[in-house]
């Protein structure tokens, strides 16, 4: 026996057979040298029902004399406790992966309570950045500081490191449920969300006819699809969400009175209603056999799928290279209110629940009202 320490586990040579020498300061700390010169820290102890254990802590080299030392002290900490510091070790082993907890999330969750959009979302987040930078990890073992570092390193882009922070706390809640977690030992608990920015842009009516002249002029050349084209049509005039008429079918819409029936959406089923110059354009646009989508895509029988690349190219011929789809949703709700209608028919018209997600555009009704004001004593004084 002899007090471990780093020259003096250096100078123990291996024997035939396995060799352990226990050190004099800290009972039941030793190591053990194979006889291929493999240096293995490891600590006895019995657990309070009389069961030996020998766990290994580590391999000399890897970690250092005094960090098996620190690490064995804690187990003997833990053992007095009455806890069993081998089988923790055994538990957190056996914990799933990260990967796999993101895996039974997306099949008994996300499949089973979320929409297909949100779905498709989480997937993309989940294969992006979730498993790449925590796959690897087990559920048990994740700390608050890991957590923090995938945050952190998403700082550039507030939105999404938020919506990662979102997604992965209700993974967690959802481990604890499970009983793959201890209770309350959520680790995104407690770090902070980044503040994002809120953008709201609104074309001028000189930029809707820069836009909409675009669209006549890319239609003649045949240059972008056609349905491509009616879709940011339909979007302009009807205020709905992108996925909404990206993914309509013929069979939803009620040409004699003028809506698009909905039976699901972000807010459950809705109701879109139809201008005659929205009718116009549906009736324009060509129905292909056996395809049940209004807009379709370049997939036999499918909707018109990746938008975005195509909507960069109209923007930028507009330049309008800030603008993004759901723009022209903000822009329909501002058209809205400048004529005079109420919030609570913006939000019927957008397909809000209530009033509160349309007060964003309450700043505009006052405006409005500025602008009448305006007007009304303009005429006065012409009249004087």
């Not at 700390?29 to 194979?34: A, D, L, M, Q, R």
């Not at 609104?202 to 349905?227: A, D, H, M, T």
Request: hydrophobic share 35%; with cysteine; glycine share 6%.
């Amino acid at each position: 026996m002899a007090v471990l320490t780093k020259s003096y586990v250096e100078k123990l040579q291996p024997q035939n057979e396995d060799v352990i020498v226990w050190d004099d300061k800290l009972s039941g700390f030793g190591i053990k040298v194979t006889p291929k010169g493999r240096k293995v820290y490891l600590l006895y102890y019995r657990t309070q029902d009389g069961r030996q254990r020998k766990p290994s802590i580590g391999v000399h080299g890897h970690i250092t004399c005094e960090q098996a030392r620190e690490i064995a002290t804690g187990w003997l900490g833990e053992r007095v406790k009455g806890h069993d510091p081998s089988q923790a070790r055994q538990i957190k082993r056996q914990s799933p992966s990260i990967a796999d907890l993101c895996d039974r999330y997306m099949e008994e969750h996300s499949k089973v309570h979320k929409k297909a959009s949100s779905i498709a979302f989480e997937t993309f987040l989940i294969r992006k950045y979730i498993k790449p930078l925590l796959g690897s990890l087990r559920t048990l073992s994740v700390t608050q500081a890991d957590i923090s570092k995938l945050h952190v390193s998403l700082k550039s882009t507030p939105p999404q490191a938020n919506r990662i922070l979102q997604t992965l706390s209700k993974m967690f809640n959802l481990a604890e449920t499970w009983g793959l977690r201890p209770a309350h030992s959520n680790p995104v608990k407690g770090i902070k969300k980044y503040k994002e920015e809120s953008r709201e842009r609104f074309l001028s009516p000189e930029e809707i006819s820069q836009l909409w002249n675009v669209l006549k002029e890319l239609e003649r050349e045949g240059k972008e699809s056609l349905y491509f084209l009616n879709m940011i049509r339909l979007l302009m005039l009807t205020g709905a969400r992108l996925s909404e008429i990206q993914h309509a079918k013929w069979e939803w819409i009620d040409v004699r009175n003028g809506l698009l029936n909905l039976p699901n959406s972000k807010t459950g089923k809705k109701t879109i209603y139809l201008s005659p110059n929205a009718i116009q354009i549906l009736k324009s646009i060509p129905r292909l056999p056996g395809n049940p989508y209004v807009i379709v895509g370049q997939v036999e029988g499918k909707s018109l799928n990746a938008p975005q690349k195509p909507w960069q190219r109209v923007r930028k011929l507009a330049g309008l290279n800030d603008l993004r789809i759901h723009d022209l949703r903000h822009t329909f709700a501002s058209l809205c209110i400048a004529q005079g209608q109420s919030l609570q028919m913006v939000a019927k018209l957008l397909g809000h629940a209530d009033t509160r997600m349309s007060e964003r555009y309450a700043h505009l009704a006052k405006s409005s009202v500025h602008d009448a004001v305006a007007q009304i004593g303009q005429s006065i004084l012409e009249g004087q």
